[in-house]
């Protein structure tokens, strides 16, 4: 061996030293990807809740304050109707009218009471940072039930349609929080999220829930 | 030499037993701050033995996640950074055996002419740096690693040692070794590159 290749071979290190599995640069390295998937693995149970679930936290919140003014109006259904005033035909869109809600099924009455046990039990599940296997698949069988009340009778009464549509939300919410985990949903979460508030549920919530608190 | 640059540049300046303490206490942000200082180098070293980068982001984010979970373990002995790379090394080579073996069925040597000539560099013959390149990869485990770690990623002779559980005279013996297997396989090349 000469010495002539031992200088070859240095130099043909530092080249390899640019040339051989050469890694990027630290800015074009993955390093929040994997952050995300090692946080979800090591703290799990400090997770930080995310904007999406605060905003969930709040969108429950109000889901239950109709649900107990549904609970409440059912109970006392037996009442003569009542009239509904003169309000314009834009805020009768937006809100939901004591008058054009009927009497509904025990079953639907029953469903509507686990869902709003659920949905208080929400915010102390997202606490930390998703819910639980068997609070998720809760979520997921009243779905399926909120899916065939609104194809069913039920759904014929528009107010009660209404709340189920904003339920039916809410629970697809909570059925997908606990697929967070996966950073590849975090796009579609957020697309999901977008498209609540393009329709308004939080604005037309707080309406039907005023509307409640002023009638009883 | 710029090489060396690459392994002190990230050397950490956080006060790390105080870190470790508060993840060991559930503190997230602590945890990420922890990454922070270590997931470059480890990123780098994975992706220098690996030469793929889902390979790499896997091996980091299972180094971190054992770390994680067995920073418990860590008595202090020795500093974080030599602990997690020793962690690194072990999770990249036992996975690598598999993917080595997959990879034995499927070589596509073509792959090679690939590698890009970065700008600056002085002009190497193609086929000497892939015949060099073959040559790492041939190594024994311990000789490329050690290799890669000391002329590729510019850690010291000491920090090899601490991440390989080994004393500094083994690391140089190793290398010594590495370059003699290195040199013998390149002079082969150019007896049949003279004729």
Partial sequence: MTDENRDRLDELLEDAARTYNRPPDERHMPLDQIWESVEAQVFPATRRPTRYAQWLRVAAALIIGVGIGRLSLMRSSSRPPVTAGPIDSVARKASVKVADVQPVDPATSRYLGQAAALLIALPAETNTGRPDEAFTKRANDLLLTTRLLIDSQSGSDPALRNLLEDLELVLVQVVRLEKERDPSRRTEMELIRQALDQRDVIPRLRTAVTEYAADD | ?195
């Avoid at chain 2, 060991?24 to 994975?46: F, M, N, Q, S, T």
């Fill in chain 2, 1 to 195: 030499m710029t090489r060396t640059a690459f392994a002190l540049q990230t050397t950490p300046k956080v006060n790390e037993p105080e870190l470790i303490a508060r993840v060991l206490a559930g503190d997230r942000l602590a945890g990420r701050e922890l990454y922070d200082a270590h997931a470059p180098r480890v990123y780098r070293l994975a992706y220098r033995l690996t030469g793929d980068a889902e390979l790499a982001r896997e091996f980091t984010q299972d180094t971190f996640v054992r770390a994680f979970q067995r920073l418990a373990d860590f008595r202090g002995d020795a500093a974080f950074s030599t602990w997690i790379h020793r962690i690194t090394i072990t999770v990249v080579a036992n996975a690598m055996r598999k993917v080595r073996r997959l990879r034995e069925r499927e070589t596509d040597l073509s792959d090679l002419d690939a590698a890009p000539t970065p700008s600056g560099s002085r002009r190497i013959d193609p086929d000497l740096r892939e015949r060099l390149a073959k040559a790492i990869d041939g190594l024994p485990e311990i000789y490329r690693t050690t290799l890669i770690m000391h002329d590729l990623e510019g850690y010291t002779h000491t920090e090899i040692a601490g991440s390989l559980g080994v004393a500094e005279g083994t690391c140089k013996s190793r290398l010594s070794a590495a370059r003699a297997q290195l040199r013998a396989a390149l002079a082969e090349f150019a007896k049949e590159y003279e004729s």
